[in-house]
């Protein structure tokens, strides 16, 4: 028996589930051997970097059977479900964990579910940020924009000029393409590349981003996040972010990011309790570790 932890990352996704795969992982390498199946090779090959002993690349979800044998134990972080596939994945595996971020999600009876909207018996009711994330940094970073680790469209090379008159700092994204600083350099007071991910989204003050993890993340160490929703992303974390009092700008509207940027400084955010505890104790019962 064997344990894996499958992600779903890629260049039209970004990593925000990686991320996530990242804070659970690490802490699930102290009591078991248990490897990560990304669907993108180019962060499986980087994985090593974050603290994840064993990574491999898979092509599709429906490859999972390849690698993974019948009875073995799996984690499952993706959108990439339905009905058929999930009969499927719960008869193969006995343990399967799912994690879901679908506030009208509705839990399989064979599978065990981590959401941070769901509750009742088999769900752990949870929003997981790695644990380092906790600690807070002085806030170097007076504002800043992360606007994710995907830009396939080149969106944000199109709406720089929303950007333009708020003297942001930039953080580029692990997909972004080689050069695509040269085109955004004039809207930005600094630009730092990917590798600076933690140091940005822990030392800022503001952050306006469209990635829900690092929102979290930054909120979590001390930040005041602003949400941008891009119009090409899915809308699952605008009910989390509504109770957790973060603004939210939906789309490239100024009027709103303006609104948003003069309201941080005051407002009265929500904290996040790390359960990051109850959710590897969640895992570990389920697998019987």
Known sequence: MRYFYYVHTGHRIGLDRFHRAVAIMNEL????DITLLC??????AEAKEYGIKRSVGV???RNIPQIAHHGDRMIFDSAEINPTLLDDMTQ???SF?????DPSDIKHPKELLISPYLNGEGICNAVVVDKRYFE???KTIPMALFFGDDDYEKDLEKNQELFKSFNMELLMGFYHFLGYETSLKESFSHIHECEAYDKVIRQSEILVTASPMAALQNLVGGGKPIFLQRPDYERNFIPLFTMLSIPIVDGYNQEQLMQAIRISSSNSYQKIINS????????SKSFNL
């Not at 990051?276 to 895992?283: A, D, K, L, P, S």
């Open 29 to 32: 390498q102290k009591k078991i």
């Open 39 to 44: 669907s993108d090779f180019r962060i499986a």
């Open 59 to 61: 092509d599709l979800v």
């Open 92 to 94: 193969f595996f006995p």
């Open 97 to 101: 964990i799912r994690i879901s971020d």
């Open 136 to 138: 807070p940094l002085p």
């Open 276 to 283: 990051n505890t109850e959710v590897i104790e969640f895992i």
